[in-house]
């Protein structure tokens, strides 16, 4: 690999000769491939044997694997059961168990594209919990949605803002995540862009979009909040200065992590910084920085809302029943597409209509087409589906894949005419309308694969 020499004069002198030794070696090896499994869909999933999977020690879902799969011909992948996730992110799963409150919660995954960080926040937040999903990009904001969608919990708001967007809003967070876009040298062994790309400049260019990116958004987090902080990235720069700015300048104070110290993982390299690195070659991941704050500065941000709902006239005859215990449910419709919240959901969605750029609130049922709402394909990975409203027709691998190409499919001459759900393992990947000569697709465009290779051996990374 062929490091810029900055970097590597920076880096040496950062870590130490030994450590450095260490980590230039493991940036030569191979990344390690690892998957989170959906709790929330596979209650009792197991990792295909021949991938000789390895636990991911800080996460309970999380599996190392022994070879990358081609996980885009996975139908179960498709079906949101598991997560294609970097093991050292799920050390986020670690923290979140020590630091984060038992009560109800509002949170933030403030820089959250693609998804990773956001679902697995998901998974631990206590029920009745409120998690906003932000990406700035808008382009990534959009695979952060369909992988939020696909992931299949309601209580979830998509937006597409900036982080000063947030300060308009009164949000109050618990909780907020901010996974800082960063200069990447944690990427190195993946990307080759990254390596392309760096420059010492452009390190203290990701320094000072970092501070503002937190700068703006600590008005929206609570007094005694917690902030989790973390980077791609190894330079001292973008990860203990920042955090040591974060304490001086803003108010706050770091939270001691326990861990494990098999584990291999660095401490932040201050004495003022109770942070976690994981390098490569030292420990199994990629380059990651975390830390955890607990905001000690007087809190200025409104108090969220509670207000009651708008009674929205929507006709919910033409998808009676699509959802479990419908009477919980606020409809909205917005671009002719019909939303599902959840009563807890809407008063703050209610709240922010107006001021946040919303992709996605609760479950997306369908789009009105004239007196019909024909289902939209999200609806078909929601966890809160009621499959008995639909005819349900369990399909082959080739036709699974068929489908997620978005292409014609045959259902057996029995299958009644009308909205059919598919399902692929018992798992739903999608729906279609099947008009008797023919079955029309319903996946979406955007989420269709585009590869028409089919492999000889059909993918088996988990087992149900």
Known sequence: MNLPKDFIIQTRELLGEERFTLLEKGLEMAPSTSIRFNPFKVSSASVSTALAPQQVPWCNEGYYLSERPNFTFDPLFHAGCYYVQEASSMFLYHVLKQVMPHQPLMALDLCAAPGGKTTLL?????????????EAIYNRANILVENIEKFGHSDVIVTNNYAADYKKTGLAFDLIVADVPCSGEGMFRKDEGAINQWSSQYVEKCQQLQSEIVSDIWHNLKEDGILIYSTCTFNALENEENVEWIIDELGAECIDIEVDSNWNITPALSNKVKGYRFLPGISKGEGLFMCALRKTSEHHARAN???????????????????????????????????????????????????????HAGITLGTQKGKSLIPHPSLAFSTQINRQAFCNEEVPYQQAISFLRKEAITLSPETPKGIVLITYNNQPIGFVNNLGNRANNLYSNEWKIKSGYLPEVIPSVITL
């Open 122 to 134: 998901r998974t631990l937040l206590p029920n009745e919990s409120i998690l906003f999903a932000n």
């Open 305 to 359: 809302k509670t207000k009651k709902s708008k009674q929205n006239n929507i006709n919910t005859k033409s998808f009676d029943n699509w959802l479990q215990s419908q009477s919980s449910y606020s409809f909205i419709e917005k671009n002719e597409k019909i939303m599902a919240l959840p009563q807890l959901l809407t008063p703050v969605y209610e709240q922010v209509a107006n001021q946040l750029r919303i992709l």
